[in-house]
Structure formats: structure tokens, C-alpha cells
């Protein structure tokens, strides 16, 4: 492998975390995904980390433990009370931006990264989904205004559920931020690609969790409340092998432009989850 210029960073985005098996299986795996692609900073989508609902304050210590340096969420944030004052006190945990100034937290962060100020934004998306929330493309423009004056390395996580939606963001700021990364849906797309004006771009960035499952829950649960159109308790799939699933942008931290975008995803048929979930 050639040589990184100095002003290469190396970014890894993993798709939404589910449960215990998805806690395990990016234990297991990262530090050999920071050594394969020869990572410089992490992001991960962790709304579905507690018990496939939401994120608790112990979840988000261990997270930063391992080493990552934000924690992007979405829909499923408000699930665990708990987590609200750890929101107001901790900037490395994002909520959606597109909420109301009023709800705790923000979805706007800076870190530094090699001597580089890199920005992340976290919005909604509202087709499909609650939306008695702000636009998610004015409030991803506000961001990257805000942001733009910091810095010109920006990722963004739109948390979305129309494929439509996402591209359409991408489009929208392709140019001004460095990536646009998709998430919520847990299921991977091959479509990721440096856009015409230098922005990274793919539609859904998968899951870590049980591969043996729908989107990381229970199959049965599933596929009664589609055939019987009635209420049914969906739990975390804790049997049979995992995945894991996300990409790696290079970005030039001069330019804030994205260079390359790989797709990562691990099958792990050796690791059984067990009942620990």
C-alpha cells in the first residue's frame, strides 16, 4: 500500500448497532477494522444499542472506550429516559438536529483528528416517519454554514427512511461536506460513490447485529405482525452468526473533499451470540 500523504483522514462509519449481539460483534471486531483500513477516527450510529430501542448513558460510556469519537442516533433517542441529562452533558452523543431547540442535546459536534477539526451532523429524515420535525435539509444547511466556518472536513448522518430522501440530501450538499452517509433502514446498499462536486456518498450504511434476522430482530415477530396486521412485541435476535457493516471515506483534511469510500462488511459464522443479549 502507498504511503498516506499528511493530509489524509481515514474515517470509519458503522450502520446502527443493535442490541447485545451488535455490541459484540464491534467488541470483536474493531480493532481489527482500525488495522485493515487504517482508520483515524469512528463514528457509529448506536439508537438501536440497548435492546434494539434506544441508548443508555452505560452504552455510550462503552463506546467511548473503544475508542469512538461520535455517536450519532435517530428516531429511537428519546426511548430511554436516562439518557436525556447524559444528552445535555455529553457533545460526543448527537440527537437528530432537526428537533426542536428544546429537546436535550444537539446534533452538531466537532472533534479533532490528526491536528484537523472534523464536524458531524446528525438529521431525520421525515418521509415515512414522525414528522413534526424541522426540515432535515434546512437544518443540515444551517449546520454546514455553522460548521464551515470551523472547519471543512463535515460528515453527515441522515437518519432516514425513503432512499429518495437520503439521495436527495446528498445531492443537496454535495460539494460542502466531506460525506453523507445513510442510516436506519439496516440493510446495506452497494451504491456508495464520490458524488460530482467531491462528496462521499452511500444510502445505508447496514447494521451490526444477528445476520440470521429481520433488520436484527426476531423473524417470527415479523412476519406474524405483516400476515396478522396485529400488535406484536419485536425482540433483539441473539442466535447464529453476526454482521457488521458500514464504509470508510478518505477525505483530503485541505480540501474537505472525499478521495475514496469503501464498503465494509463482516460475516462472522463462527460467533454465536448465545442468550447474553
Not at 113 to 122: H, M
Not at 228 to 252: D, Y
Amino acid at each position: 500500500m502507498r504511503g498516506r500523504i499528511m493530509a489524509e483522514i481515514r474515517v470509519l462509519l458503522l450502520g446502527d448497532i443493535v442490541g447485545a449481539p451488535g455490541l459484540a460483534m464491534f467488541e470483536k471486531h474493531i480493532a481489527s477494522l482500525r488495522e485493515q483500513y487504517k482508520v483515524d477516527a469512528l463514528i457509529v450510529n448506536g439508537e438501536n444499542s440497548a435492546q434494539g430501542k434506544g441508548i443508555t448513558p452505560r452504552i455510550a460510556k462503552f463506546f467511548m472506550e473503544k475508542g469512538v469519537d461520535i455517536i450519532t442516533t435517530g428516531n429511537h433517542i428519546w426511548r430511554r429516559k436516562e439518557i436525556y441529562g447524559y444528552l445535555a452533558e455529553n457533545k460526543t452523543l448527537l440527537r437528530p438536529n432537526n428537533y426542536p431547540n428544546t429537546c436535550p442535546g444537539t446534533g452538531v459536534a466537532t472533534f479533532l483528528c490528526k491536528g484537523t477539526t472534523v464536524g458531524v451532523i446528525n438529521v431525520q429524515g421525515r418521509v415515512f416517519m414522525f414528522d413534526n420535525i424541522d426540515c432535515p435539509f434546512r437544518s443540515a444547511k444551517s449546520a454546514v454554514s455553522y460548521l464551515a466556518t470551523k472547519t471543512k472536513v463535515i460528515l453527515v448522518d441522515v437518519h432516514a427512511e425513503a432512499t429518495s430522501e437520503k439521495a436527495a440530501l446528498a445531492n443537496y450538499l454535495d460539494g460542502t461536506v466531506s460525506g453523507v452517509v445513510g442510516t436506519h433502514t439496516h440493510v446495506p446498499t452497494s451504491d456508495e460513490r464520490i458524488m460530482p462536486n467531491g462528496t462521499a456518498f452511500v444510502t445505508d450504511l447496514g447494521m451490526a447485529g444477528a445476520q440470521d434476522s429481520i433488520i436484527g430482530v426476531q423473524k417470527g415477530a415479523v412476519v406474524n405482525a405483516f400476515t396478522t396486521a396485529m400488535p406484536n412485541r419485536f425482540t433483539v435476535e441473539t442466535q447464529g452468526p453476526g454482521v457488521l457493516s458500514g464504509v470508510c471515506i478518505t477525505i483530503n483534511s485541505v480540501s474537505g473533499k472525499a478521495t475514496a469510500i469503501e464498503r465494509v462488511h463482516i460475516v462472522d459464522n463462527d460467533f454465536n451470540f448465545d442468550a447474553t443479549a
